[in-house]
């Protein structure tokens, strides 16, 4: 990997690579190198008499950078830090860096608050959820939730809730432990976690009514925001890098 001096040595349009000798370096194909360099991840690269794309140790860093900032961001978001970067517009990355890391702790809050919520539910008082007759509508359950009756009715299909049918008018009707189970299923997912995770959630709850692999999700969850906040630790790390070789270069 180039060091600071190296960068700052070199111009930031100037190189002598060729795409391919570019693409080896960094392991992507030859048409990713293109690719970058017309979205704008990459510096503006030199062409020599014949039209061909010279590329540097510049334009290298680019691309290591990239790919630590989508480890903690994502590559759509990667792309706009590089580009405006690469556009004069130091700045407006800076900013999207902040707005990535004020998201991250945003979700480490609402976890944690998840996670407390959804441990007094699974174990809390049945008399939380009683129902004003004997049973709910969808409707009325999705305006209690605060959530798409669409979205109680993919629950179902996916196994995740199991409400009772009216004998004659086959409707859904939903008792205690429904509604218990969909409001469960509404926050796991407000935590990002996949159907078929919350699926084996609740299947452990019903069948023996431990909150072990409730635990184990949420734990697995803030081990992924973990390993988010240090892969945004590095992708900063080497923002700062190619900022400075870029400012002063």
Known sequence: MANPQTLRNTPGDGGTLRPVDLARLVGLS???????????????????????????????????????????????????????????????????????????????????????????????????????RPGLRVGEVAARLGVRTSALRLWEASGLIRPGRDRVTGYRTFGPDDVRDAQMVRMLREARHPLPRIRLILDALRRTGSTDALRAALAERRAELERRATAMLEGAALLHRYVTGDLRA
């Open 30 to 132: 030859t048409q990713q190198i293109r690719n970058y360099a017309d979205a704008g991840v990459l510096p503006p690269a030199p062409r020599t008499e014949a039209g061909y794309r010279r590329f540097g140790p510049r334009h290298r860093e680019a691309l290591l950078t990239y790919r630590a900032l989508a480890a903690g961001h994502s590559w759509e978001r990667a792309g706009e830090i590089l580009g405006a970067v690469n556009a004069g517009d130091a700045a407006s990355a800076l900013a999207l860096v902040d707005a990535g890391h004020a998201a991250l702790h945003e979700q480490r809050v609402s976890l944690q608050a998840i996670g407390a919520a959804l441990e007094e539910v699974a174990v809390g008082d049945p008399d939380a959820f009683a129902t004003p």
